[in-house]
């Protein structure tokens, strides 16, 4: 069994695992409601679940961009969630020194995609011990990710997970090739599909990225019909209002019906 399965409920199902919430806390009571939620709808079903959220967004288009209600208080948050909960909870880091600080909050480190080639973030963040899920560069192949593995088994962790959040196609938009999905799990690691983050728009001119979140369903359809082991996704009670990728997000009262969805393709595809 994947390492990072042992902090996830359900395991026993054999689902698929959910790593989901905003992209980023925005205050000190939302992340709650929206944990509240997805832990209530993931117990239904039986879905293994891990609470994600940014404490702060540093990969930002503008100058005047949102990126946090404060470090320590986006941390503090992420804690607290995962006290209340009981659930594992993910954010993503930036620096080598975010690395040590953050693990000491939550169960998995997330990499960017735009960082999973720095050899000093991922060596800072293999040696935390957490789990660490690297999300697959707009300009890699599936292929090249395995030296990101390597890395991070170099460096003497060997509990990660690659994400695959789409590939750069043309200036404004990406495109998922889910033949990614088998040739990742060749690194024998858990393999995640992002299916918001995939469906944005990005370079915009407004330097805001837009997105095309009426196709979430569509990517979470091929994604756990290939195979996947987990997905990743941001929902937010009113994206229309989220301070960050609210474009592509998901409406959190869809949550529950399209994991209905997934999991009725989930079990066809592996005989459940």
Do not use: W
């Not at 993931?42 to 503008?62: E, M």
């Not at 169960?107 to 935390?128: G, H, K, M, N, Y």
């Not at 998901?250 to 005989?271: S, V, Y």
């Amino acid at each position: 069994m994947y390492p990072i399965l042992n902090h996830l409920h359900h395991t026993e199902t054999g689902n698929f695992f959910l790593i989901a919430g905003p992209c980023v806390i925005e205050d000190d009571s939302s992340p709650f409601l929206i944990a509240e939620k997805l832990v209530d709808i993931t117990d239904k079903l039986a879905i293994p679940f891990a609470f994600k959220a940014s404490y702060r967004k540093a990969n930002r288009s503008r100058i005047d961009s949102f990126t946090g209600i404060g470090d320590q208080a986006g941390l503090d948050i992420l804690k607290a969630i995962r006290e209340r909960f009981s659930i594992p909870v993910v954010t993503d880091i930036h620096t080598e020194q975010e690395a040590a600080i953050a693990a000491q909050y939550v169960d998995v480190l997330q990499i960017p995609a735009f960082l999973c080639r720095q050899t000093s973030l991922l060596e800072a963040a293999a040696q935390t011990g957490k789990c660490v899920n690297v999300k697959k560069g707009q300009f890699l192949s599936p292929e090249a990710m395995t030296h990101a593995v390597e890395k991070l088994k170099y460096f003497g962790n060997g509990n990660v997970m690659l994400t695959e959040r789409g590939t750069t196609f043309g200036y404004q938009d990406l495109v998922v090739d889910f033949r990614g999905i088998p040739l990742m799990q060749k690194n024998q690691v858990p393999v995640v599909v992002d299916i918001t983050h995939s469906l944005q728009r990005p370079n915009q001119t407004s330097g805001v990225t837009g997105g095309n979140p009426e196709m979430i369903e569509t990517i979470g359809r091929a994604a756990v019909a290939v195979g996947c082991d987990g997905l990743f996704m941001e929902t937010h009670p009113n994206p229309a209002v989220a301070k960050s990728d609210g474009a592509n997000m998901l409406r959190l009262d869809l949550a529950e019906d399209l994991l209905k969805t997934l999991l009725r393709i989930h079990n066809a595809a592996t005989n459940h």
